[in-house]
T-cell receptor, first 113, second 115 residues
Framework: DQQVKQNSPSLSVQEGRISILNCDYT??????FLWYKKYPAEGPTFLIS?????DKNEDGRFTVFLNKSAKHLSLHIVPSQPGDSAVYFC????????????FGTGTRLTVIP | NAGVTQTPKFRILKIGQSMTLQCTQD?????MYWYRQDPGMGLKLIYY???????DKGEVPNGYNVSRSTTEDFPLRLELAAPSQTSVYFC??????????????FGEGSWLTVV
């Protein structure tokens, strides 16, 4: 039972444009959300997070938006760069610091130069 | 600058064989984790540890065992390998001080095939 879903397995975007990656979740107990980025043959690396008390969090080119009523979050990358090409995983937990993170299936982003 | 180190990187096992995936971290992190990632799926938590001598089951613990005798090491044992355990395994760690950000640092992964 996949509690965190990323319905787009892949996304292609031109360099300089906006990339929007989407994530939906089913468990209303989730309170903290993260995005991880993964290059081939490497482990995932933390990108950005958001707590349910916020609806937006920015870090440079990356912004995460949270819509709790819709159980939906999205990651915006502006402007997209070829080095952003990777698999992006959305993850959720019941609280900050919880030991069990629930991951989505990932979206492969390709930024075309 | 090692971080989280896993060995081996690749392994082929026969059904019924046993093996241990090694994981060590040099960041003095309290928390350590083992995840598996099946093709086209998200990562799922197998076991975790909140400190030396303390381990607990995650979402998919069946078929695995762990131990945590030191802060640095968190080996994952497969006792009787089955084809369903073919997966990529990621070890990870997290500092107690980072708990507010829930930042988990992952190793590079171990590719295991059971035939």
């Amino acid at each position: 039972d996949q509690q965190v879903k990323q319905n787009s397995p892949s996304l292609s975007v031109q360099e300089g444009r906006i990339s929007i990656l989407n994530c939906d979740y089913t468990n209303s107990m989730f309170d903290y959300f993260l995005w991880y980025k993964k290059y081939p043959a490497e482990g995932p690396t933390f990108l950005i997070s958001i707590s349910s008390i916020k609806d937006k969090n920015e870090d440079g080119r990356f912004t995460v938006f949270l819509n709790k009523s819709a159980k939906h979050l999205s990651l915006h990358i502006v402007p997209s760069q070829p080095g952003d090409s990777a698999v992006y995983f959305c993850a959720a937990s019941a609280r900050i610091g919880a030991n069990n993170l629930f991951f989505g299936t990932g979206t492969r982003l390709t930024v075309i130069p | 600058n090692a971080g989280v180190t896993q060995t081996p990187k690749f392994r082929i096992l026969k059904i019924g064989q046993s093996m241990t995936l090694q994981c060590t971290q040099d960041m003095n992190h309290n928390y350590m984790y083992w995840y598996r990632q099946d093709p086209g799926m998200g990562l799922k938590l197998i076991y975790y540890s909140v400190g030396a001598g303390i381990t607990d089951k995650g979402e998919v613990p069946n078929g695995y065992n762990v131990s945590r005798s030191t802060t640095e090491d968190f080996p994952l044992r497969l006792e009787l390998a089955a084809p369903s355990q073919t997966s990529v395994y990621f070890c990870a760690s997290r500092s107690l001080d980072d708990s507010r950000r829930n930042t988990i640092y992952f190793g590079e992964g171990s590719w295991l095939t059971v035939v």
